[in-house]
């Protein structure tokens, strides 16, 4: 493990310079543009003091704010217990320092992402849809995913190469928008007397405006190249912690194939933190492979499956390879032999079981985080109070006995 966590990072240096080069060329070009012949090195100093403002926030406070945009909410254990415990067993299967922290995001769309600086500060969000139609395993081999995510140090690199990705955008969109008046201006500098010179400015604007153009298209591709290839490491990763390929497999069939609209807070930079993407569906038609932030689910599903011998990373590259006929996506570096071999297959509820605690789960997550206050009646009858109920207690339409509420600092915020 420790060899593919030490190729991920060289990876992420690797993608990172190459994501650096491009801003300093997209900044060098479009000062060049708008500045003449010393504005090169203007447009650098601008381009690196826009990364280094943004990679600061990145650091100090970008996992918050990726689940601020994401519109997820800290829960408690008393929320969805279930959930606190796999994430639980899967911190400890997989040797993280700390305890992820834990949030839902009010979303009838099942999805998940894992952020933060490093495994001592990381988070787990998970949508109430994910809660609501997986089963234990299913949840299991998810929550495996987002904690190999984490293992693996790609949370940080996530968070930073969308930073330098917004960068470029930014940098880019600014000079589009501004080119116009830029042209006008240079036009009226270089029509009195310099002709040449006037030429020549001309052509560096046009020059720039491709580059404007190009970049962030190029930032893009590199950017979801390399995470494309991390969600291979993550399925990976997930049927070696919870050594059962079967659970991932088949929750990533119930994501592709759920009816529930697309994810309401995704956008295009976040798509990628996403166990499955959240902005279109499975089904829909890709214009090309390298436009996709994540790999085609059904191929995810396709590998799993094949590894019937065991649940290494030996046995996920195999498998890789066998159904995508291509070289394995494990650096070589990390298949050590090592025997990781299948739990046995657990029996589930029915189909129309698994309907009706879906139903009931979808809408109680989202009760809870809404700040409900969940009550039992001497009765059995089980009482759901919202948090502008004014009253300090309330009666049981069943038995008629009085429920005293919880004091306000204890009741649920969400």
């Known amino acids: 493990m420790w060899e593919l966590i030490r190729a991920n990072k060289r990876n992420s240096i690797f993608l990172m310079a190459l994501m650096a080069t ?33 990679a600061l926030i990145s650091f100090s406070s970008g996992d918050q704010i990726l689940l601020a945009a994401s519109r997820a909410k800290p829960v408690t254990h008393d929320v969805h217990p279930q959930l606190f415990n796999v994430v639980e067993e899967m911190k400890i299967a997989a040797g993280l320092p700390a305890m992820p922290k834990i949030y839902i995001i009010n979303d009838a769309a099942p999805n998940a992402f894992a952020t933060g600086r490093n495994p001592k500060s990381a988070s787990v969000a998970v949508t109430a849809g994910l809660l609501g139609r997986l089963n234990r395993d299913e949840l299991q081999g998810v929550i495996a995913h987002e904690i190999s995510h984490i293992l693996h140090r790609d949370i940080l690199y996530v968070t930073l190469a969308g930073i330098m990705l917004g960068s470029i955008t930014l940098m880019s969109q600014v000079f589009l928008r501004g080119v116009f008046w830029s042209s006008m201006g240079s036009r009226r500098r270089y029509s009195s007397g310099n002709q040449g010179g006037g030429q020549a ?67 295009s930079v976040t798509a990628p933190m996403y166990i499955a993407n959240p902005l279109k569906k499975e089904g829909a038609r890709q214009l090309s492979d390298l436009t996709s932030t994540h790999p085609p689910i059904s191929e995810r599903v ?26 394995g996506v494990v650096p070589a570096a ?81």
């Open 334 to 414: 990390a298949l050590r032999k090592e025997d990781v071999p299948l739990r046995e297959i657990q029996a589930q509820p029915t189909k129309e079981e698994k309907v009706q605690q879906q139903l009931h789960q979808v809408g109680d997550i989202m009760r809870k985080v809404n700040g409900f206050v969940f009550l039992t009646c001497v009765c059995g009858l089980k009482l759901k109070v919202p948090p502008n109920f004014k009253s300090n207690a309330v009666k049981c339409p069943r038995c008629s006995h009085r429920l005293e509420l919880p004091a306000q600092p204890q009741r649920q915020s969400g």
């Open 22 to 54: 491009v801003m300093l060329l997209v900044g060098a070009v479009i000062g060049l543009a708008v500045f003449g012949p010393d504005g090169a090195f203007f447009g650098l100093l601008i381009g690196t003091v826009i990364w280094v403002v943004l």
């Open 302 to 327: 396709r590998i799993l499956r094949n590894m019937s011998q065991g649940a290494s990373l030996k046995d996920y590259s195999l498998a890789y390879a066998n159904v995508t006929h291509s070289k």
């Open 201 to 267: 400015q001309i052509i560096m604007l046009v020059v720039a405006i491709l580059v404007a153009i190009l970049a962030p298209i190029m930032a893009y591709l590199l950017y979801f190249a390399l995470s494309r290839k991390r969600e291979y490491l993550a399925d990976a990763g997930a049927a070696r912690l919870t050594r059962y390929p079967e659970g991932l497999a088949s929750a990533l069939e119930k994501i592709a194939n759920d009816p529930a609209p697309q994810l309401g807070a995704a956008n």
